[in-house]
């Protein structure tokens, strides 16, 4: 039977991974590092010896100081009843007070070096020691064997066993990324509901076919049969920024975002982005175009010591940063953008490019739109970064993440679960919905994300498949944080749990996400006649999430503060205030047309209803908090003025 990695653990106050873990004795003189090893590396997915000489980088995470008096504060700074909320710390306070010693850190470094290893980057907040060897210098170090495992359809570098350290270094290592791939599992949450090869640039092009409506409700499809009885709406061609500020609120409220910094963290960078994104802007909202002092990119180098990262699809990266861009931008057209590209998703950089935000306090707001099939990460990876996203919380940052795009994940793993990282307690997890904005600009009706498909053949609809959906679910990772409690029910809370034990329940909030009623998004992509800049529908709550943190920067510059964390505000304000808006069930649909070869219409149509709020899963909209949408979405004004 599937058992998360992390099953065990559990939360010390909220974020903080508890320490009742033994480090058990592996050797004389050494102690593991408690589950630090995959459980699916064993004997029945190997498939090959890992080669001795292959090179591979890694990070030994180091564990800060008083975690729990970090913890602690980061509950302060962010609770609206604290004497000290928002009084947050500068990098260099976090440091001074939490981070490593020196002597910790030389420690490491010795320890790494006498092993054979080159020491690569410190960053400023000591969170890590990197290091590159080979596979064999590896083994010896941490006393494993490194082979290939079969994993969901990759084949990915893990150890045999847990990894060991020096019993006089263990109190010290926090836990070690790179050495096992499992983070290479993580994927862009994006889509475009096709059911067709969806990547871009350099990867193939993706066009919308006609009839489809600029705004909900706009034509209607009598073409076609009826389907339960009714001639539906056509989806629409793809949301502009301009429709999604009006439908949440955030337009003419005398605040852009102006003052704010969003970064976004992706893998890898597209080359086309600044000259897509701007084109776009353009063409689709000429009011406010990207400027180039608006726009910087970090994108770390690639490193070429790394095993061939076949397993990464970079073509997917490029889109998925393009929706990012594009969506924050649009959301919050004064705000600053800034994109921190990983070398890679190998050993996954998405650590590496998160701490460099956080480290140096590069932005104030963090959009992070990919995530893990459920929670099967080893736990010194969990805790690697629980450990980073509480510093976020302590220096004021918000860090937002995409709840997924797999519904409860029954479909892919058999049982339902949250996808990790948004299931982690000190970010905010950001759900996705289904809208319609009328011709107006108003909201006519927001529901949840869970869709199914009909398709139309012969004249007859066949039956409704579930395709994708909002993410959402009982973590088994992590307990319920102080800010759920009196608010998530109990009866979700206590989902996969055992006696009275109660989860941290996700998404947190929402925004639209159903690529059904989606986002118009510009690219570079590559069409038959050649690569050439088009545009498409698309979705997914890597479309929330921007959405969210382009809202959310709007607040920022409204209110003239950075609200850093906001979780505990949120979930005080949904049980006192107007201020966000309840998302219930609505029994809609649209008809939707596709070509079939994804660009043009040589090899035919595709004829199809998407159900809107699909009931076939564990998970279900309903009034008040739910595990599809969350709290609700923000309700404009009103959410400006108390968030």
């Known amino acids: 039977m599937r058992r998360s990695s992390t099953l065990l653990l559990s939360l010390a106050v909220v974020g903080g991974l508890t320490g009742a873990l033994p480090a058990t004795a592996s050797a004389q003189g050494r102690q593991d590092i408690p589950q630090s090893h995959p459980l699916w590396a064993n004997a029945q997915a190997k498939v090959a010896d890992t080669a001795p000489a292959a090179k591979l980088s890694f990070r030994v995470y180091l564990n800060q100081r008083d975690n729990a008096g970090a913890e602690a504060l980061a509950q302060a700074v962010s609770d609206p009843d604290s004497k000290t909320y928002r009084q947050y710390l500068s990098p260099d306070q976090v440091r001074d007070r939490f981070a490593a010693t020196d002597a910790t850190v030389n420690a490491v470094k010795a320890w790494l070096t006498g092993n054979g290893f080159s020491i690569g980057e410190i960053p400023s907040n000591k969170a890590y020691v990197e290091a590159t060897g080979t596979a064999a210098q590896t083994e010896n170090a941490f006393a494993v064997d490194l082979g290939k495992y079969r994993v969901k359809g990759q084949t990915l570098r893990a150890a045999d066993k847990n990894l060991s350290v020096p019993a006089n270094l263990a109190g010290d290592v926090l836990g070690v990324v790179g050495v096992d791939q499992a983070t290479n599992l993580f994927k862009p949450d994006h889509a475009t509901g096709s059911g067709t090869p969806s990547d871009v640039a350099p990867g193939p092009g993706f066009r919308n076919a006609p009839p489809c409506s600029a705004y909900y409700g706009e034509k209607i499809d009598t073409t076609d049969p009826a389907y339960n009885g009714k001639h539906l709406p056509y989806a629409p061609c793809g949301y502009t920024p301009a429709q999604l500020r009006s439908a949440y609120g955030v337009d003419n409220v005398g605040a852009d975002g102006k003052g704010t910094t969003i970064a976004i963290v992706d893998a890898f960078a597209s080359p086309t982005i600044y000259s897509d994104a701007s084109t776009y802007a353009k063409k689709n909202d000429p009011q406010h175009p990207l400027k180039p ?78 995530g893990d099939t459920g929670e099967d990460i080893p736990a010194d ?107 998530v029910p109990d009866a979700l809370a206590k989902k996969n749990q055992t006696g009275n034990k109660k989860g941290r329940v996700v998404p947190d909030i929402s925004a639209v996400g159903d690529p059904n009623t989606g986002f118009l998004v510009g690219q570079t992509q590559t069409f038959p006649e050649g690569a050439h800049y088009d545009q498409y529908r698309i979705g997914g709550t890597s479309l929330a999430s921007p959405v969210f943190a382009g809202i959310m920067a709007v607040a920022d510059s409204f209110d003239h503060f950075h609200h850093g964390f906001i979780n505990p505000v949120i979930y005080k304000l949904t049980s006192r205030t107007p201020a966000i808006t309840d998302v219930k069930h609505v029994d809609a649909a649209v008809a939707r047309v596709d070509y079939a070869n994804s660009v043009d219409a040589s090899d035919g149509l595709l004829r199809s209803v998407r159900t809107l709020d699909y009931q076939g899963l564990t998970i279900h909209t309903t009034p008040g908090y739910d595990d599809v949408t969350g709290l609700g979405t923000p309700n404009g004004l009103l959410f400006l003025l108390l968030v």
């Open 381 to 487: 990876e969990v805790k690697v970064f629980n450990q980073i996203s509480l510093q976020a919380v302590l220096e004021g940052i918000g860090v937002y993440f995409s709840s997924g795009d797999n519904g409860d994940e029954v479909a892919r793993l058999g049982t339902p679960s949250p996808d990790f990282s948004a299931s982690a307690p000190w970010i905010t997890a950001v759900g996705g919905t289904s809208i319609a904005i009328g011709k107006d600009g108003k909201r006519i009706f927001e529901t949840g994300w869970e869709t199914s498909k009909s398709t139309l053949t012969n004249g007859v609809y066949g039956p409704a498949n579930y395709t994708s959906g909002s993410g959402g679910g009982t973590s088994r990772l992590f307990e319920q944080p102080f800010y759920q409690k009196g608010v």
């Open 293 to 370: 002092s608006q726009f910087k990119q970090h994108v770390f180098p690639a490193n070429p010591v790394l095993e061939p990262p076949d397993q990464c699809d970079a073509a997917g990266w490029y889109g998925e940063e393009t929706l990012d861009v594009e969506a924050a931008h649009g959301l919050a057209p004064g705000a600053d953008i800034l994109y921190v590209g990983g070398e890679s998703c190998e050993d996954n950089a998405l650590d590496v490019a998160l701490n460099y935000v956080v480290a140096g306090h590069k932005a104030d707001i963090v959009s992070n739109s990919y």
